[in-house]
C-alpha cells in the first residue's frame, strides 16, 4: 500500500488531454514539493515534473504538473502513443524523513 | 554529465547478505549537498525508497528496512556501496541509486532523483 494514491490506469485516444491524480496528506504533499517521472517498460524512472510544475529540459510542455492542498496532478495534453509508460508521483513526508511514491499510474493511449 | 550504473549479484538465498555498487560520474560525493539515493521496484509494482546518503557521510533509511539497511561511500572512486542483510523472498525486484537534486529550502522539501541507474534486478530464492 503506497503512501500517495493514483489510480492504477488511465488512457486516452491519440491528441486527447488526460490527468493522472496524486492524493496525499499534510505530511507530504500538503507541505513539501511533488515531483512526477515516467518510466517505460524495463526501464528507469525518468523526472518529468519536479517542484510541482517545473519541466526538466527536454520534457515537452505538453507535460505540466499542478498542486493544491494534499493532492496533486499531471496533466499531459496532445496525448501520443509514445506517452503511453507507467507514471509515478512523489514527495518527501515529514513523518517518513525521506521521500514517499504513489502506486503508479499506467497509460494506456488507445 | 551525470550517469549512474548498479552492480552486484542476480541472485541470493535466503538469509544472505546483499552487496551492491553504484559508480558513478559526473558529480562528486564530497561536496556540499550532494546526495545519492537508493530505490526498490519489486516487479510489476511500485517504487520504494530505501535510503540516502549524504556528502557527509550522514545517511538516513527508510523505517521499513532500517535495521537490515548500510550505505557506505569511497568518494575517491566514486562509488556507493548498499549493503542489505538477511534478505527474504519480498526483496526481490529491481535496485536503483539515483543523484538526488534540490534540497530543504525554507522549512520545504524539494528533492528529487535526476537521473537514475539502469537499475540492476535481484532475485531472492533458494
Known amino acids: ?110 | 554529465q551525470i550517469t549512474l550504473k548498479e552492480s552486484g549479484p542476480t541472485m541470493v538465498k535466503p538469509t544472505q547478505t546483499l552487496t551492491l555498487t553504484c559508480t558513478f560520474s559526473g558529480f562528486s560525493l564530497s561536496n556540499s549537498g550532494v546526495a545519492v539515493g537508493w530505490i526498490r521496484q519489486p516487479p510489476g509494482k511500485a517504487l520504494e525508497w530505501l535510503g540516502t546518503i549524504f556528502w557527509d557521510g550522514d545517511t538516513r533509511y527508510s523505517p521499513s528496512v532500517k535495521t537490515r539497511l548500510t550505505f557506505t561511500k569511497d568518494t575517491s572512486k566514486n562509488q556507493v556501496v548498499l549493503r542489505m542483510t538477511n534478505m527474504d523472498p519480498m526483496d526481490t525486484g529491481t535496485y536503483f541509486c539515483a543523484h538526488r537534486r534540490g534540497g530543504y529550502t525554507s522549512g520545504y522539501y524539494e528533492t528529487w532523483f535526476d537521473p537514475w541507474g539502469q537499475g540492476t534486478l535481484v532475485t531472492v530464492s533458494s
Not at chain 1, 515516467?38 to 519536479?50: E, R, T
Not at chain 1, 520534457?59 to 499531459?76: C, E, M, Q, Y
Open chain 1, 1 to 110: 500500500q503506497s503512501v500517495l494514491s493514483q489510480p492504477p490506469s488511465v488512457s486516452g485516444t491519440p491528441g486527447q488531454r488526460v490527468t493522472i491524480s496524486c492524493s496525499g496528506s499534510t505530511s507530504n504533499i500538503g507541505s513539501n514539493a511533488v515531483n512526477w517521472y515516467q518510466q517505460f517498460p524495463g526501464m528507469a524512472p525518468k523526472v518529468l515534473i519536479y517542484t510541482n510544475s517545473q519541466r526538466p529540459s527536454g520534457v515537452p510542455d505538453r507535460f505540466s504538473g499542478s498542486k493544491s492542498g494534499t493532492s496533486a496532478s499531471l496533466a499531459i495534453s496532445g496525448l501520443q502513443s509514445e506517452d503511453e509508460a507507467d507514471y509515478y508521483c512523489a514527495a518527501w513526508d515529514d513523518d517518513l524523513r525521506g521521500p514517499v511514491f504513489g502506486g503508479g499510474t499506467k497509460l494506456t493511449v488507445l
